[in-house]
C-alpha cells in the first residue's frame, strides 16, 4: 500500500473532535489517593483520554493537556472553573472556557460512569506494593477507555 493511501486512511479513522471537555475526580488506590484527568469530546462522547496523577496543579493540568494535543491538535478547552486550567491553556495557547450547563452535564455523567466502574477497582486488583507506580491501574484504565469508546462507536 503506497504512503498516500496510508495516509488517507488514517486520518479517515482519526474521531472528529470539537472541543476538550475536562475535569477531575479523587480516586483511592491502595491506601492512598489519586486524581483522574478525563477529556471528553460532545459530540460523539467518546473518552479521548485518561490520566492518573499524585497531584492536581497547573503543571499536572499543563502535561495532561500537551499529551491531548500530541494525538488530537489544538482545540477549545471546557473546563469546570479549576485555578490550574486557565494558567495550562495559556501557557499552550488553547482558548479556554468555563462548562457550559449542557458541558457540565457531559462531563459530570461521564466522571460517575467511570467512578462507578472503577469503585471497586481495588478490591479486585489491589495495590499491596509501598510506593506504586500505579502501573496495574493504567493499564485497567487504557483497557476501559478501548471497551467503553467501541460500545459508544456501536450506539451511536
Avoid at 502501573?135 to 451511536?156: A, C, G, M, P, S
Amino acid at each position: 500500500m503506497d504512503s498516500k493511501v496510508q495516509a488517507s486512511k488514517a486520518k479517515s479513522t482519526r474521531r472528529r473532535v470539537l472541543e476538550y471537555i475536562i475535569d477531575e475526580t479523587m480516586l483511592n488506590v491502595g491506601s492512598e489517593f489519586v486524581w483522574l484527568w478525563v477529556a471528553t469530546e460532545p459530540e460523539n462522547r467518546q473518552i479521548l483520554a485518561l490520566s492518573i496523577s499524585k497531584e492536581r496543579n497547573m503543571f499536572v493540568a499543563e502535561r495532561y493537556l500537551s499529551n491531548l494535543i500530541k494525538v488530537h491538535g489544538k482545540h477549545p478547552v471546557s473546563t469546570d472553573g479549576g485555578t490550574w486550567y486557565p494558567m495550562a491553556c495559556q501557557f499552550l495557547k488553547l482558548d479556554h472556557h468555563i462548562h457550559s450547563s449542557y458541558e457540565k452535564s457531559l462531563i459530570e455523567r461521564k466522571m460517575q460512569y467511570i467512578k462507578d466502574r472503577t469503585e471497586s477497582f481495588d478490591d479486585y486488583f489491589p495495590c499491596r506494593v509501598k510506593n506504586c507506580k500505579l502501573k496495574h491501574v493504567h493499564n485497567w484504565l487504557r483497557l476501559f477507555i478501548d471497551y467503553h469508546n467501541n460500545e459508544i462507536k456501536h450506539v451511536n
